[in-house]
């Protein structure tokens, strides 16, 4: 269909993630990590080193990537580089908040969840329906 995002069909989709070290394991003990040609992978480990400019670079590059249909990315991740992720508005790879081990998912802090609810409240205004 003509306007709509797609994803390539002669290769997989990849899931990109950023998180600490125990989301990204679980992870990859679940078959989602990826290794290319380049030695690069579709992963960030985010720890106490790990630089705010080191973390929006794989955001950047996961977020262009062709091959990434789905970037995971820990809450408290995302609310270190909070304005790249509000700012990313492209349907494919779709950007999914996650909760981690150490920090709790806080649906207000959630920029897609918060997206739906401006959604479906300005369909209620626009409707008539409260």
């Not at 989602?32 to 955001?59: M, P």
């Not at 262009?64 to 789905?70: G, P």
């Not at 991740?77 to 081990?101: C, G, H, Q, T």
């Given at each position: 269909m003509a306007g709509r995002a797609q994803i390539r069909t002669n290769n997989s989709a990849l899931i990109a993630m950023i998180a600490d070290e125990d989301t990204i394991t679980g992870?990859?003990?679940?078959?989602?990590?990826?290794?290319?040609?380049?030695?690069?992978?579709?992963?960030?480990?985010v720890d106490s080193k790990t630089t705010v400019k080191a973390i929006e670079d794989a955001f950047k590059e996961f977020t262009t990537k062709e091959?990434?249909?789905?970037?995971?990315?820990?809450?408290?991740?995302?609310?270190?580089i909070r304005f790249l992720v509000d700012s990313y508005n492209k349907p494919i790879p779709a950007i999914l908040e996650i909760p981690s081990k150490d920090h709790p998912y806080d649906p207000a802090h959630d920029s897609i969840l918060s997206r739906v609810k401006?959604?479906?409240?300005?369909?209620s205004v626009a409707s008539g329906r409260r």
């Amino acid at each position: 269909m003509a306007g709509r995002a797609q994803i390539r069909t002669n290769n997989s989709a990849l899931i990109a993630m950023i998180a600490d070290e125990d989301t990204i394991t679980g992870f990859l003990l679940a078959g989602v990590g990826n290794v290319d040609l380049r030695r690069k992978t579709n992963y960030l480990i985010v720890d106490s080193k790990t630089t705010v400019k080191a973390i929006e670079d794989a955001f950047k590059e996961f977020t262009t990537k062709e091959d990434i249909a789905i970037v995971l990315i820990s809450q408290y991740v995302a609310n270190m580089i909070r304005f790249l992720v509000d700012s990313y508005n492209k349907p494919i790879p779709a950007i999914l908040e996650i909760p981690s081990k150490d920090h709790p998912y806080d649906p207000a802090h959630d920029s897609i969840l918060s997206r739906v609810k401006n959604l479906f409240s300005a369909e209620s205004v626009a409707s008539g329906r409260r």
